[in-house]
């Protein structure tokens, strides 16, 4: 099933092109790297597809639903983290969880027992009742993403996930993200560490000056890695100069 669908998607701040004419398929349950340099048009692709951002031209369908025709619909059905997340920091990490769970309408019955197990997954329990003022980046990180799949989102989008992160955080955030994937949902992560995308992503796409350079699966990947030395960097830097 095709979970996210780009069509000819365009955005332009005035004479500049941002993002020209990008299109791309992802079906149901593939881990999606969206890689590029900075100012290459990653977040700002990101930011129309979770409807932060009206595409000058194109379109954006998830679960054959336009971001365009119906935002809430859509918005519905994906978790988004971004770059730079949000949280109030007067609450503490419980009551964040909690404020979501309710954005999202999930039930009551339900909802104690969906935080409880995120808590339990994400090891954030010695932390989760204290306000959220006093987290630290990699703490933070684990309560966004927590609060993003609290609602079982069909698709998840995800801007730099291991920015600030400790190697403790890191994996977990790393397996959260492969048990989502396994399970069915379709996972988009932009990111700028080249062996997090390798060791995570079915799939990795290259965008560059606002266009999709490179877009290879993994195995084919591995394939065309053979004329970089192997390395996934060298291929990279070579695309994007």
Request: net charge neutral.
């Amino acid at each position: 099933m095709l979970m996210i669908k780009l069509q000819n998607l365009t955005k332009k701040f005035g004479s500049f092109t941002a993002v020209d004419n990008i299109s791309l398929e992802i079906p149901s349950g593939q881990f999606f790297g969206f890689l590029g340099p900075n100012g290459a048009g990653k977040t700002t692709t990101i930011k129309m597809m979770t409807g932060l951002y009206n595409p000058t031209h194109g379109d954006v369908l998830i679960n054959s639903v336009s971001i365009i025709k119906s935002p809430v619909e859509v918005k519905k059905q994906i978790g988004y983290i971004p770059d730079q997340p949000f949280i109030y920091d007067k609450l503490t990490g419980r009551e964040y969880l909690y404020f979501c769970g309710g954005l999202f309408e999930i039930e009551n019955s339900k909802l104690e027992g969906k935080i409880e197990d995120l808590i339990k997954h994400f090891e954030i329990s010695e932390w989760i009742d204290k306000r959220s003022e006093n987290y630290s980046q990699g703490m933070s990180q684990r309560l966004i993403i927590a609060a993003a799949i609290l609602h079982d989102p069909k698709v998840i989008i995800i801007d730099e996930p291991m920015i600030g992160l400790d190697p403790r955080s890191a994996a977990i955030v790393k397996n959260v993200l492969k048990e989502r994937s396994r399970n069915g949902s379709t996972v988009f992560m932009s990111t700028h560490i080249l062996h997090v995308a390798e060791e995570l992503c079915d799939r990795i796409a290259i965008i560059n000056k606002g266009k999709i350079i490179f877009d290879y699966s993994h195995d084919e990947l591995q394939s065309f890695k053979h004329k970089y030395n192997g390395k996934l960097e060298n291929l990279f830097l070579e695309l994007t100069e």
